[in-house]
């Protein structure tokens, strides 16, 4: 499974912005995509994650409410849309596939390059 992420950049805090993840290959052995960040000095975080048939999503508090992850299976493709960005939020934000539901990484395998996210105050 590849994946490749985009839609990084950098915005005002209070302001919006979509991530997009492209998946190619053997997508059907992994059934779950998800969204981890890593921010300088930290360490990597779960942000949410969705299952390509729909049934489950699932998000971490800190952005519950203000992030939404959502999948276009035609595309091969998982979306986070970020709506009333925080500072807090700017990291690196990455992708990957994983074979069961899971808010650790390590049970991810497949992982994109990354995407710099940037909220400014």
């Known amino acids: 499974v590849q994946l490749q992420a985009s839609g990084g950049g950098l915005v005002q805090a209070g302001n919006s912005l979509r991530l997009a993840c492209a998946a190619s290959?053997?997508?059907?052995?992994?059934?779950?995509m998800g969204w981890f960040r890593q921010a300088p000095g930290k360490e990597r975080e779960f942000v949410a994650y969705?299952?390509?048939?729909?049934?489950?999503?699932y998000y971490a508090n800190s952005v519950k409410g203000r992030f939404t992850i959502s999948r276009d299976n035609a595309k091969n493709t998982i979306y986070l849309q970020m709506n009333s960005l925080k500072p807090e939020d700017t990291a690196v934000y990455y992708c990957?596939?994983?074979?069961?539901?899971?808010?650790?990484?390590?049970?991810?395998?497949?992982w994109g390059q990354g995407t710099l996210v940037t909220v400014s105050s």
């Open positions: 290959g053997r997508t059907g052995s992994r059934p779950v």
């Open positions: 969705v299952t390509w048939s729909g049934s489950s999503s």
């Open positions: 990957a596939a994983g074979p069961h539901i899971a808010t650790v990484s390590r049970i991810y395998d497949y």
